[in-house]
């Protein structure tokens, strides 16, 4: 039985405005494309996850964290997630760099996207614009690192500013949860694995699980693996931490806790034409591991929830969109189970 007791949380960390054009062709370098529309949506960390989370179950408060110019495109964010629910109330704002965003051009006769994108106002994202204390939450979720520079800097005494934020907030006896960015880079030692000594839970994808251990998630075969995840999960544990592990990539999600208690659950199947985008799907599979976190459910429910948040983010072409009430979410599961 889901525990409904303690019901908020804090995400902290990217908050973005992805401008989506839609051309019609890639064009030759300096050359022309014709821009035969665009539209606005909600990207990162903070705004996707949040926005799956308090879509899931709206009695969830869901508080947004993080930093935006003092522009139009903060404006537009800032009323986009009060409109879906989210306190913004720690959503603060600069007038030293503009609100991050991206333009994605996408081949109108291809769906084939490219990204440009300003890192801008997430940059200068640090501890100072948080409240430690009236924080009040239930867990304090926090992503990406790799992707905030503010936060990815050293710190002489925990390793990055990130290190020391996640400990000064578990030092007020709240949870804290990590998410990272899908970087190939060598950045992950020196940026990454001070943070997870003062993380209680660990969502990430496959790929960065692979980046931060150097463990491959492939068994002899080439084919991504429960057991070869575990490993990955069990390395990540002995890193710091504390409590469980997840990961997840297409064709399933596995968690491991520190009491060793494993369960991996598979993707579910879609039907064919189901899929029009995939932007922010581990962002929405992260929201489902969250509400389960928050919410005490057994391991391989969370995984089943998370995996059909994650189908439910697949159904749109932008991050947010296709997010669906907890109900709804749950009969994805019935419909679309393997």
Same mark, same amino acid.
């Given at each position: 039985m889901e525990n409904n007791s303690r019901r908020r949380v804090v995400l902290a960390g990217n908050i973005l405005l992805d401008v989506v054009k839609r051309i019609d062709v890639w064009p030759v370098q300096g050359h *022309?494309?014709?821009?035969? /529309?665009?539209? @606005?949506? #909600?990207?990162? +960390?903070? #705004?996707? +996850?949040?926005? =799956?989370? &308090?879509?899931?179950?709206? +009695?969830? %408060?869901? #508080? $947004? #964290? /993080? &930093?935006? /110019? $003092?522009? %139009?495109?903060? $404006?537009? *964010? @800032?009323? =986009?997630?009060? /409109? &879906?629910?989210?306190d913004v109330s720690r959503v603060r704002e600069t007038d030293a760099a503009p609100t991050s965003y991206t333009d994605v051009m996408s081949v109108a006769a291809t769906g084939e996207r490219t990204f440009f994108h300003a890192r801008g106002a997430n940059a200068l994202f640090t501890p100072d614009d948080i409240d430690l204390d009236a924080l009040g939450c239930d867990l304090f979720h926090l992503g990406y690192l790799l992707l905030l520079d503010g936060l990815d800097a050293a710190d002489p005494e925990y390793g990055t500013v990130a290190a020391r934020l996640l400990h000064d907030v578990q030092a007020r006896g709240i949870p804290t949860s990590l998410d990272l960015v899908s970087e190939q880079s060598d950045r992950f030692a020196r940026i990454v694995r001070p943070a997870l000594k003062y993380c209680d839970y660990l969502v990430v994808n496959e790929f960065e699980g692979e980046q931060a251990t150097g463990i491959s998630c492939r068994d002899a075969s080439g084919k991504v693996s429960a057991e070869a995840l575990r490993r990955i999960a069990e390395a990540l544990l002995a890193l710091g931490v504390r409590r469980s592990v997840t990961l997840h990539c297409p064709d399933m999600g596995v968690t491991l806790t520190a009491e060793g208690e494993f369960a991996a659950v598979e993707s579910l199947k879609l039907p064919p034409g189901w899929i029009k985008g995939a932007v922010g799907a581990g962002d929405a599979f992260c929201a489902g591991m969250l509400y389960s976190l928050v919410t005490g459910l057994p391991l391989a429910d969370g995984l089943a929830l998370a995996a059909a948040c994650a189908a439910a983010n697949l159904a749109a072409p932008d991050s947010v969109s296709g997010a669906l009430p907890l109900a709804e979410t749950r009969a994805l599961i019935d419909r679309f189970h393997r």
């Open positions: *022309l494309a014709t821009i035969l /529309g665009q539209q @606005r949506a #909600c990207g990162g +960390s903070v #705004c996707n +996850s949040g926005v =799956f989370l &308090k879509t899931l179950d709206p +009695s969830i %408060e869901v #508080c $947004a #964290c /993080g &930093k935006v /110019g $003092a522009d %139009e495109y903060g $404006a537009w *964010l @800032r009323a =986009f997630l009060d /409109g &879906k629910g989210l």
